[in-house]
């Protein structure tokens, strides 16, 4: 009995009428359906694990670059998806080498030249201020400045830039994201350098910002607070700018009334000093225009930052600009918390600025091919 049981067989089994094999094929075939419409509809975790598995930089105009361009460019405000997201985003389209897009870049600097005119109107000059002209200031538009012909001796003739004059311009921010980079030498090899409000540039810190300096910006409260608005002891303020060897110094003299006898100081100091190194003042009704030019692109602020102002001028100075320690958040695209400043982690005034809204342009911008925002260390 038991050996007839154990040498049965069905006759049925070769057949398999819709039996456990045909539905393991049915089955597969389906999850591989519904996983080809995922890849197609969401095709982020497709790009994302496909990315993970490659080691090394795609071209520009590849597919999944363009793709990646455009999850940053789907982000249209700021408010749209977390931070978190945001850097996720942003950290996916570091594996992808950045081109200058042409046409992008030419459009925004017509967009700029038809505004601003940063080759004409940067900074105040004999040409575009003649003596005997009264200057409105940028914020105390009720105030107006005589140029008297004592004022009009401080001017340059004309602006000693003009339109795309350099080749490749760094723009370096103070945002503690350049920390670590090891950006120096990249930033030195510049054509011109800009930098904001005469920071650190020592042996400490030279080898992640750099050492050269074509520009810098002076914040007059930096001359209040710091050196004593010069009314006494003006070396150590000399001295501070030796650091920049022979770079020019630009100051908002004419932002408000309490910032014109601050600025004047800094040029009679340097010419009591026979300083030879240029000292020029931002013509009030360029940054007023400025102010205005971001506002339509969303950054709406009291005040902007001195670096987004140096970042407009390159625009239309230089034909390829570079940002480095450009961030506007407490922590790095990967998620580790970083000090605000290179050098401290004192905050601005709160409202002041809106350094988010400005990061979040220039990602924009860097995405478009316009310009090259640098968040990473440099090799």
């Known amino acids: ?17 819709l039996g456990n094999r045909s539905l393991c094929f049915i089955f597969i075939c389906a999850f591989g359906l519904v996983t080809l419409l995922q890849q197609i509809l969401y095709g982020k975790n497709y790009i994302k694990r496909y990315l993970d598995s490659y080691d090394g930089s795609y071209d520009y105009n590849s ?12 982000v249209k405000v700021l408010t749209m998806v977390k931070t978190s997201e945001l850097f996720e985003r942003w950290r996916n389209l570091q594996v992808c080498k950045w081109q200058q897009n042409m046409v992008e870049t030419n459009n925004f600097k017509m967009s700029l030249s038809r505004c601003c005119n940063a080759p004409s109107f940067l900074f105040t000059t004999k040409r575009n201020t003649p003596a005997g002209t009264k200057l409105r200031y940028e914020v105390d538009t009720s105030g107006i400045l ?24 760094a723009v370096v921010g103070n945002g ?9 030498k990249e930033i030195d090899s510049a054509d011109f350098v800009f930098r904001c409000n005469i920071p650190p540039i020592n042996k400490k810190y030279s080898a992640d910002v750099g050492s050269r300096t074509d520009l810098v910006t002076i914040n007059p409260s930096i001359i209040t607070e710091r050196f004593q608005k010069l009314e006494k002891w003006r070396r150590p303020f000399y001295e501070v700018l030796q650091n920049y060897e022979n770079s020019s110094v630009v100051l908002p003299a004419f932002y408000n009334t309490r910032n014109t006898d601050v600025s004047f100081r800094v040029k009679y100091m340097l010419d009591d000093f026979d300083s030879q190194r240029g000292v020029f003042f931002f013509h009030p009704q360029y940054l007023l225009n400025v102010q205005r030019f971001w506002g339509v692109q969303g950054v709406r602020a009291k005040r902007l930052s001195s670096g987004l102002m140096l970042v407009t001028a390159a625009m239309e100075l230089c034909e390829e600009v570079h940002l480095y320690g450009f961030w506007a958040f407490p922590m790095n695209p990967s998620g580790i918390f970083i000090t605000h400043h290179y050098y401290d982690n004192v905050k601005p005034r709160p409202g002041f600025h809106a350094m988010p809204h400005e990061i979040f ?3 924009h911008m860097h995405t478009r091919g316009i310009l090259h925002v640098h ?5």
């Open 146 to 169: 005589p140029i008297t012909t004592e004022v009009f001796k401080m001017f340059p003739d004309d602006m000693p830039y003009s339109k795309s004059q350099f080749k490749k311009c």
């Open 375 to 379: 968040s990473g260390a440099c090799t």
């Open 176 to 184: 503690g994201i350049i920390k670590n980079s090891k950006c120096g």
């Open 361 to 363: 342009n220039f990602l």
């Open 63 to 74: 597919t999944a670059c363009k793709e990646l361009r455009q999850e940053i460019m789907d």
């Open 1 to 17: 009995m038991l050996r007839r049981r154990m040498g049965y067989s069905d006759p049925t089994s070769g057949r398999d009428l």
